[in-house]
C-alpha cells in the first residue's frame, strides 16, 4: 500500500471557500444589525481570525431603508473580501508548515484506484 502525504493545499480554493463563508456570515451580521435596529454597521477590512482582527473597520451610520440596504451590501462585500485575504493568509502559512515539516501523513484519506492509475484523466467518473 502506497503511503501518501499532503505536501501543498491550494491556495485559491481556500480563500474562496472562506470568502464564501465570511460573506455569508456578512450577511447574517447584516439581519441581526437590522433586527437590533443598532445605531451603526460594522464592515471590515482586513484578516479576522479566531482570537486575533488585524483590520480597518468603517463604521457606517444607518440613516433610512435605501442606504441600510446600500450600507448590508457595502458590510457583506467587506467580511468577503476579508474572508478571501483571512484564507489566502491560512492557505500560505499552512503550505509553509507542511513544507517545513516533509507533508502531513494522509494514512486516513481514502485515495480512490481512478486517482493512483497513472496516464490520462478519464472523461468520466
Do not use: C
Not at 52 to 58: G, I, K, P, R, T
Amino acid at each position: 500500500m502506497m503511503n501518501a502525504r499532503i505536501v501543498a493545499v491550494r491556495w485559491q480554493s481556500v480563500a474562496v471557500v472562506f470568502s464564501v463563508v465570511y460573506g455569508l456570515i456578512g450577511v447574517g451580521y447584516f439581519i441581526w444589525t437590522s433586527y437590533k435596529q443598532a445605531s451603526e454597521m460594522l464592515a471590515p477590512f482586513g484578516l479576522i481570525l479566531p482570537f486575533a482582527q488585524f483590520s480597518f473597520n468603517l463604521h457606517l451610520v444607518r440613516s433610512t431603508l435605501a442606504w441600510d440596504f446600500l450600507w448590508g451590501t457595502v458590510q457583506t462585500f467587506a467580511y468577503a473580501v476579508s474572508g478571501w485575504l483571512t484564507g489566502t493568509t491560512f492557505a500560505v502559512l499552512f503550505n509553509f508548515a507542511i513544507w517545513l515539516t516533509g507533508g502531513i501523513d494522509a494514512k486516513y484519506v481514502r485515495v480512490s484506484e481512478i486517482e493512483r492509475t497513472p496516464g490520462p484523466a478519464p472523461l468520466m467518473r
